[in-house]
């Protein structure tokens, strides 16, 4: 029985994937490293250390490198950050959020990113979340199944009654590890391991899933 939704937050409450990939494309240009919008797909719902692993390829840098690297990343990101506002919540979620909310099922954030709190302050939705999971509440990043079982836990509801919105192919695999329903947003061949799957967060069908579940 559903009793809370589990939701990622890029691609799903918001696309910051573009501002991702704005922030990544500096950082690589500087650094003299390949970059480009295929490689960006590949980061959906990675997290930011994973991300840069995979932008460096066979590029060695040392671990002070590193850091320093994602700090620079982190800052042009967070300067972008301040463009968004409440407009740029996807099509849907508010009107889905409200509908948690007056049912009393419970809604919280599991998200890879560490900005994620900053994020959804900006966007005017920390009211309608019960608990935030983040970047920083678990080690091992998704695919892995630890933010969820993290985020069920602060609402105290068993992962079986939960559903996670993801729309990640990493981010599908962790929820259906995480023994929860997984609703996947986007193309079959990135969320087609979910139990339901639409092409949009318009078309979240509510009442289709706790009929169902
Ligand atoms: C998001 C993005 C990823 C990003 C990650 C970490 O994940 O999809 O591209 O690398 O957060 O973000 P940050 O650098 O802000 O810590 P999610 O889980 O919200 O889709
Ligand atoms: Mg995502």
């Not at 589990?6 to 910051?16: C, R």
């Not at 692993?53 to 972008?80: C, F, G, T, W």
């Not at 959020?97 to 900006?122: D, H």
């Amino acid at each position: 029985m559903c009793k809370a939704f589990i939701f990622d937050l890029d691609g799903v409450i918001t696309d910051t994937a573009e501002l991702h990939f704005q922030a990544w494309s500096k950082l690589a240009l500087e650094e003299n490293l390949v970059f480009t919008r295929e490689i960006n797909e590949q980061l959906r719902g990675i997290s930011r250390r994973d991300s840069l692993d995979i932008i460096l390829a066979e590029n060695v840098r040392s671990e002070s490198q590193i850091a320093k690297m994602m700090e620079r990343k982190n800052d042009v990101y967070l300067d972008l950050l301040n463009s968004i506002t409440k407009d740029d919540i996807l099509p849907g979620i508010l009107e889905l959020l409200l509908e948690l909310n007056a049912r009393q099922i419970k809604v919280v954030l599991a998200s890879a990113s560490r900005n994620a709190r900053g994020i959804l302050l900006r966007l005017g939705l920390i009211p309608l979340f019960d608990a935030i999971a983040d970047g920083w509440s678990v080690e091992r990043s998704k695919p892995a199944p630890d933010v969820f079982i993290h985020a069920a836990g602060q609402v105290g509801v068993n992962a079986n009654d939960c559903v996670v919105v993801e729309d990640a192919q990493a981010g599908v695999e962790a929820g259906k590890t995480a023994g929860m329903k997984v609703i996947g947003i986007g193309p079959e061949s990135r969320v087609g391991a979910a139990d339901w799957r639409v092409d949009d967060t318009a078309a979240i069908n509510l009442k289709q899933v706790l009929e169902q579940f």
